[in-house]
């Protein structure tokens, strides 16, 4: 059985004057346990409407959205949520408070839940700076502790937003391989949003295309066949992302015609 599935999902939206706004259609798509999905499309066509759906923020308007063969009825523990930038993080607590947070909701004791914040932080390379207040850490430090808080929760389930898309290109690519690493230790499933091609073939298993909103769906899903570390001279990673870009390029001419019109 998939662990996630959704089946002519599609969520529509309705404006202040009273107009049904559709955000996804026809969206269909399963997910097995350890992939590593990452979703491109032009801006708008529901990307951060698909997440939403997964994370159980909010429920779709048709269609059949499940995991593990039951129907997503709100957010869970098994799901766990980085979005871009550090908004989500509280700036009165420290990294490791925040990253202790959720557990301390769930009422583990003090001192299990100290140590397994610690034990994330680690592997998020953040050891040394769980003192610090968000305020006091880099973007891209305060990724990690986003990142190491989701998975402090030890989710089935990574769902991310671009998580990366507000970090400068050196400590984005710091990121990436970060990410592929705990990805491969924790065999955690990953749904991953992102503008950015290369991102998607550098850490993808298998990436999907949507077309243009309104009401954008799912246009293509590529595996990613490139074994061990990819690198961008690879001629693998050369066709992927030519093939990638022009589908992707397809639907922005698209979506700018559409804005025009
Ligand atoms: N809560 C909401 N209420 C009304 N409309 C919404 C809501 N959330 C999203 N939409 C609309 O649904 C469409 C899809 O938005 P969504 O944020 O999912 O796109 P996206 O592909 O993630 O965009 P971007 O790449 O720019 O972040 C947009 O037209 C957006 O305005």
Not at 90 to 117: M, S
Request: with cysteine.
């Amino acid at each position: 059985m998939a662990l996630i599935s959704l089946a002519d999902v599609g969520k529509s939206f309705r404006s202040r004057e009273g107009r049904s706004w559709s955000a996804v259609a026809d969206f269909n798509l399963t997910l097995e346990d350890g992939e590593f999905y990452c979703l491109l499309g032009p801006s708008g066509c529901g990307k951060s409407t698909i997440l939403s759906l997964l994370a159980g923020f909010t429920l779709p308007s048709a269609g059949r959205l499940e995991l593990s063969g039951k129907p997503i009825k709100g957010a869970s523990r098994d799901r766990g949520v980085v979005f871009q930038g550090d908004d989500s993080l509280y700036p009165w607590l420290t990294a490791v408070e925040n990253v202790e947070f959720g557990l301390r909701l769930r009422g583990v004791d003090r001192r299990e839940r100290r140590d397994r914040a610690m034990q994330y932080l680690e592997l998020v390379g953040l050891r040394g700076q769980e003192g610090k207040h968000p305020s006091e850490l880099s973007g891209g430090m305060k990724q990690r502790v986003q990142i190491a808080r989701a998975l402090a929760n030890e989710p089935r389930i990574l769902l991310m937003d671009e998580p990366f898309g507000a970090l400068d290109a050196q400590t984005r690519g710091a990121m990436q391989v970060e990410l592929r690493r705990i990805w491969e230790r924790m065999k955690v499933t990953v749904v991953f949003i992102t503008h950015d091609i290369d991102e998607a073939i550098v850490l993808g298993t298998r990436v999907g295309v949507m077309t243009a909103g309104p009401g954008g769906t799912l246009k293509k899903n590529l595996p990613i066949d490139i074994p061990g570390e990819r690198t961008r001279g690879d001629p693998r990673y050369i066709a992927l992302y030519e093939e990638i870009h022009a589908l992707v390029r397809e639907e922005v001419l698209r979506a700018n015609a559409r804005r025009a019109a």
